[in-house]
C-alpha cells in the first residue's frame, strides 16, 4: 500500500466534513458522563465490578438501534493505536492507560464514541465538523434516553447525575468547541478573550484539553460548570460566547487584510513554502505553519490549498498518526522526516 493509500485511510471524517462556521469552529463537542448505580465508581471499583459494568454496558449498547456500533478492547490494542485514538479525540489519555475492563464503541464516522470504565462508568461522546453543539446534544440526549432504559444510572433528585469527579456533578455534561484563532493570537488580542471567557464560567485549554498546551493557535473552549444549570442553559452559554469570538475572529482577520496585506501575505507564503519543501519538521513546527496556510486558504489567499486539507494534516502530523501511516515505530528524528513527507504528499493529494 502506497502513502496516499495510507493516508487516505487514516483520515479523520470529524475533521474531513464539512460544518457551520468550519473555517473557524473545527469540532463542537458533546460529552455526558453516566455510572451505575450497583456498583463503585471507576477508580475504587475492583475488576469483577468492573467486567459486569462493562458486560452491562455492552448490551445496552448492542440492545439499541439508534446508530450502529463496534466494540474495541482497549487491552488488545497496541499502545501505537491506542495513541491514534487519543490524537483523533476518540477515548481520552485516561482510558488508554492500562487498566481492566477498559473499552470503547465507535461508529463508522467516529462521530459517536462511548467509552466504558474511564473515570466513569460510560462517557458518550458526539463529535462533529463545525459549529453543531444543539445538533449533537440532541443525538447525545436521544442516545442517552435509549441507554437509560436498560441501565441504572445513579442519580440524585438533589443532586443531579452522581459522578467520580465533582466538578462534573448534575448534568454530567461537558460541552466544548475547538476553535482555529489565528490572527487574535498574532494581534496579542487572544489574552483579553480569554479573561472574558473565564469570567463566563468557562474554561480554555490547549487542543488535546486539560493539561495541553495551546499549539497552531487551536483553543479548546468548554463549560465548567455543570451543578445548579440545565443542559440546555450550559450550551446556550457556550454558543453564545463562541459566536462573539467568531465575530472577533473575523473582525481581526478584516483588518489585518487591509492594514497590513504585504506583510500577511509574506508570512503565509514562506509557512507554504516550506511546508512543501522541508525534508525534516518538528509538530510544533508544522501546527504553527499549518495554522498559517490554513488562514491563506479561508481569506481565499492560498486558492490552490484546500483548508480542510489543512484542518485534517493538523491531526495527521501528530506522532502517533506519523508512525501509523508509515506502518512503523519512528525516533524523533525519522518521525520529523516522515512527517514532511506526509505533509508534501497530503498536499499533492
Request: net charge neutral.
Amino acid at each position: 500500500m502506497g502513502l496516499e493509500d495510507s493516508i487516505a485511510r487514516n483520515l479523520i471524517h470529524w475533521v474531513s466534513g464539512k460544518g457551520p462556521e468550519d473555517d473557524i469552529v473545527l469540532s463542537s463537542r458533546i460529552r455526558l458522563a453516566r455510572n451505575l448505580s450497583k456498583y463503585s465508581f471507576p477508580n475504587k471499583a475492583g475488576k469483577e465490578d468492573k467486567k459486569k459494568v462493562r458486560k452491562a454496558v455492552a448490551e445496552a449498547v448492542l440492545s439499541q438501534n439508534t446508530v450502529k456500533l463496534h466494540y474495541i478492547n482497549l487491552a488488545d490494542l497496541p499502545e501505537l493505536e491506542r495513541e491514534v485514538l487519543i490524537e483523533k479525540h476518540l477515548i481520552s489519555p485516561l482510558l488508554a492507560q492500562k487498566g481492566m475492563e477498559k473499552g470503547v464503541f465507535l461508529d463508522d464516522n467516529e462521530k459517536v464514541s462511548v467509552m466504558i470504565n474511564e473515570e466513569d462508568h460510560i462517557r458518550i461522546q458526539i463529535l462533529s465538523p463545525g459549529f453543531q453543539l444543539d445538533e449533537n446534544w440532541k443525538m447525545a440526549d436521544e442516545f442517552d434516553d435509549v441507554l437509560e432504559k436498560n441501565l441504572d444510572y445513579s442519580f440524585s433528585e438533589k443532586w443531579g447525575y452522581l459522578t467520580s469527579c465533582p466538578t462534573n456533578v448534575g448534568t454530567g455534561l461537558r460541552a466544548s468547541v475547538m476553535l482555529h484563532l489565528p490572527v487574535l493570537s498574532l494581534t496579542n488580542n487572544i489574552k483579553k478573550m480569554l479573561e472574558a471567557v473565564s469570567k463566563l464560567g468557562l474554561a480554555v485549554r490547549g487542543i488535546y484539553g486539560e493539561g495541553s498546551e495551546v499549539a497552531g493557535n487551536i483553543y479548546q473552549i468548554s463549560n465548567q460548570v455543570t451543578l445548579g444549570h440545565s443542559e440546555i442553559d450550559i450550551i446556550d452559554n457556550l454558543e453564545s460566547v463562541t459566536e462573539k469570538i467568531i465575530e472577533q475572529e473575523r473582525k481581526a482577520r478584516e483588518s489585518l487584510l487591509q492594514e497590513k496585506s504585504i506583510e500577511l501575505r509574506d508570512t503565509i507564503s514562506r509557512s507554504y513554502g516550506t511546508l512543501k519543501y522541508a525534508y525534516r519538521i518538528s509538530s510544533e513546527e508544522a501546527l504553527r505553519l499549518l495554522s498559517n496556510v490554513k488562514l491563506g486558504s479561508d481569506l481565499g489567499l492560498l486558492k490552490q490549498v484546500d483548508r480542510r486539507v489543512m484542518s485534517e494534516l493538523m491531526i495527521l502530523i501528530r506522532p502517533a498518526h506519523v508512525q501509523k501511516i508509515h506502518g512503523q515505530e519512528l525516533n524523533t528524528i525519522e518521525r520529523d522526516i516522515k512527517r514532511a513527507e506526509l505533509i508534501q504528499t497530503r498536499l499533492k493529494m
